[in-house]
């Protein structure tokens, strides 16, 4: 992983990026800490064009969004628009809202479904990926319906973008996931996984917690993973700090710096 690939997914800022001028400052703080490029999800209602150049002023890169999940399914023309108007390639699929995990045949008909958005996407030159949770881990047939989702769509259509944490709520081992998914995975969800006194576990900085993140991310490096994306839903204190955390974590413990850049 290089610098240039670490990027903020923006939705751990939501309640900073409601207006234009609220998200151009956080933009600001989000280069200052470090970060190369940000993810686009849970912005207020700012038009494409506006929100690339607060983006660009910003001096980041935007590498990928996640647009609605129905808008995906049933008008995936206007999110192929959006994109353009954006001049970013990726996006992803964020939750399946309405999607009864229980229904096999909702299940496969849904699955069926991602494929024909993915390969729409492709025609007009975009990449759709899909973001799991740990629902997707309950069991259909043999396996789960994550290994559905990928064993019946076509790589060339649907990409992974893969979250860690949500992978060992899961159940799974996310440095496997990577592997399994190499070559299909351009982007990678990174957040960390800490257990809590009371016998539950909530999710933390990048290096807060206990996954083996420089395994992880070898594992997606070797895959051809484009973005690593590092994403805290929720967070106990300043969101900025947070971030900051974990962005330090990631320079000093998984970045390849080259010898002649020095911090």
Same mark, same amino acid.
């Given at each position: 992983?290089? =610098? =240039?690939?670490?990027?903020?997914?923006?939705?751990?800022?939501?309640?900073?990026?409601?207006? &234009?001028?609220?998200?151009?400052?956080?933009?600001?703080?989000?280069?200052?800490?470090?970060?190369?490029?940000?993810?686009? &999800?849970?912005?207020?209602?700012?038009?494409?064009?506006?929100?690339?150049? *607060?983006?660009?002023?910003?001096? *980041?890169?935007? /590498?990928?969004?996640? +647009?609605? &999940?129905? &808008?995906?399914?049933?008008?995936?023309?206007?999110?192929?628009?959006?994109? +353009?108007?954006? %001049?970013?390639?990726?996006?992803? @699929?964020? @939750?399946?809202?309405?999607?009864?995990?229980?229904?096999? =045949?909702?299940?496969?008909?849904?699955?069926?479904?991602?494929?024909?958005?993915?390969?729409?996407?492709?025609?007009?030159?975009?990449?759709?990926? @899909?973001?799991?949770?740990?629902?997707? $881990?309950?069991?259909?047939?043999?396996?789960?319906? *994550?290994?559905?989702?990928?064993?019946?769509?076509?790589? %060339?259509?649907?990409?992974?973008?893969?979250?860690? @944490?949500?992978?060992?709520?899961?159940?799974?081992?996310?440095?496997?996931?990577?592997?399994?998914?190499?070559?299909?995975?351009?982007?990678?969800?990174?957040?960390?996984?800490?257990? *809590?006194?009371?016998?539950?576990?909530?999710?933390?900085?990048?290096?807060?917690?206990?996954? %083996?993140?420089?395994?992880?991310?070898?594992?997606?490096?070797?895959?051809?993973?484009?973005?690593?994306?590092?994403?805290?839903?929720?967070?106990?204190?300043?969101? $900025? +700090?947070?971030?900051?955390?974990?962005? +330090?974590? /990631?320079?000093?413990?998984?970045?390849?710096?080259?010898?002649?850049?020095?911090?």
């Amino acid at each position: 992983m290089k =610098t =240039t690939q670490l990027a903020l997914q923006l939705y751990t800022l939501r309640e900073t990026t409601q207006t &234009s001028a609220a998200l151009a400052e956080t933009l600001r703080k989000v280069k200052a800490i470090g970060y190369s490029a940000v993810q686009v &999800s849970a912005v207020g209602p700012i038009p494409e064009l506006e929100l690339k150049r *607060l983006i660009a002023d910003a001096g *980041l890169v935007l /590498c990928a969004t996640h +647009e609605p &999940s129905q &808008s995906l399914l049933s008008e995936p023309m206007r999110v192929i628009e959006r994109l +353009e108007k954006l %001049d970013c390639i990726h996006t992803a @699929y964020p @939750y399946p809202h309405e999607i009864d995990m229980a229904d096999a =045949t909702a299940v496969r008909a849904w699955i069926k479904r991602l494929d024909e958005v993915g390969a729409l996407l492709r025609e007009h030159g975009k990449v759709l990926s @899909y973001h799991n949770h740990a629902l997707e $881990f309950v069991r259909l047939g043999d396996a789960t319906v *994550l290994d559905a989702i990928y064993a019946e769509t076509s790589p %060339d259509n649907l990409k992974a973008e893969l979250d860690t @944490y949500w992978i060992q709520a899961g159940g799974g081992d996310p440095a496997t996931w990577c592997r399994r998914m190499k070559g299909r995975m351009p982007l990678l969800h990174m957040k960390d996984f800490v257990g *809590l006194p009371n016998n539950s576990q909530t999710l933390c900085e990048v290096g807060a917690g206990n996954l %083996d993140f420089p395994g992880i991310v070898a594992a997606a490096d070797e895959g051809g993973c484009e973005w690593f994306i590092v994403e805290q839903d929720t967070c106990v204190g300043d969101p $900025f +700090e947070a971030i900051a955390r974990s962005y +330090e974590y /990631c320079i000093r413990r998984l970045v390849c710096i080259p010898e002649n850049l020095t911090r």
